[in-house]
């Protein structure tokens, strides 16, 4: 069997953790199986390498960040190969570069194009551990890209893909994907499988359990996921197409936030306004999630929209630039807003859940600014300090303890 194996930070945080992760990859070796280990940077290390750099230049220029970065990554997983050395097994530790992992440009941001496999099979026939790290790629300059936060388990994916791995176990400080995140809710519950479909929501509305991109490439490879805890030996949660479990009405809460919320006010009631003002944000990579629109005072109307908090300043930078051609009066910004999702495949088939999410907002006397849905999800937008309190009214309305 090919097994690729991905352990997030905490999980390599110390040299006790590293040990312990090593050991677990050896048991697997030991029983014949080829390994492939994916890894992230040790603890917060990508966290301190951020303040580093915005400490030396406030600017940040993007493709020494990723540079900067990448060595989190690389500190790991030469580590890690030390620790099965001494362990008395062949380990090798490979960066992206060495194994070739293709990304589109987007410095911060890159997406996996294509991996080479010769170097890791080569590896592996070789009969050694084979060590990659996670969270970079490199692109067409042969520059280094970083994939995004969280984009370690991206990497484990699109291997586990590439390779035709027979397993992909996602191994982290929890034991699984729960109905919520279990640090913010502690009678959030484990859950024994979901869907991609289910689980990208998740990951797409604020559950950081799994990359986002890691799911999307799942779905579309029919990579099987195993979320599971480094520290226990507790099942985990399983990630696939469909589940067995007769489909509850709502799997899980995700909340996020890293949310800003704009208002583009006072637009000309005419045709093509909402055009201009999204094509301008296009164009700047600018990605825009829950929008309403609302009729203003004197034939004017309202657009507001979503962003990640980190987009925000260039979105509002750019719509100021533009705010004549596009007719707006003013544009606002609130950083304070969160979005609280509740997540769930059995909606398709029930009615009724957007009036009992709305109804346990209510009870808890929580204002709802915006609302957006899909067939298996309803996000409302409410003013941050409310967030928690959101998640636990929805938590407790629809998940049975
Ligand atoms: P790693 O470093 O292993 O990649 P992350 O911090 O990225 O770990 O992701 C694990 C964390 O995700 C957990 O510690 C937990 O607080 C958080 N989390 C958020 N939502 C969920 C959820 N629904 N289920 C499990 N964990 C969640
Ligand atoms: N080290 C990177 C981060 O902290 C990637 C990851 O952990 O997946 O975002
Ligand atoms: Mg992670």
Known sequence: MLIVKKFGGTSVA??????NVAKRCIEDYNKGNDVVVVLSAMGKSTDDLLAMAADINPDMPKREVDMLLATGEQTSVALMSMAMRALGVPAIS?????VAMHSTSTYGNAKFKRIDTDRIQHEIDNRRIVIVTGFQGINKYDDITTLGRGGSDTTAV?????LHADACEIYTDVEGVFTADPRKVPNAKKLPEITYDEMLEMATLGAQVLHNRSVELAKKYGVQLVVRSSLTTAEGTVVKEVTKMESMVVNGIATDKNT???AVIGLQNTPGVAFKVFNILGKKNINVDVILQSIGRDNTKDISF???EEQADEAMEILEENKKALTADHIECDKNVAKVSVIGAGMQTNAGVASKMFEA???AGINIRMISTSEIRITVLVDEDCA????KAAHDMFIED
Do not use: P
């Not at 110390?14 to 040990?19: A, H, S």
């Not at 490979?94 to 060495?98: E, R, S, V």
């Open 361 to 363: 907002l209510y009870n």
């Open 260 to 262: 800003a919320r704009i």
């Open 306 to 308: 979503t962003v990640s």
């Open 388 to 391: 928690d309190r959101a998640t």
């Open 158 to 162: 699109a291997l586990a893909a590439a």
């Open 94 to 98: 490979l960066n992206a570069f060495q």
């Open 14 to 19: 110390d040299k006790e953790r590293i040990f």
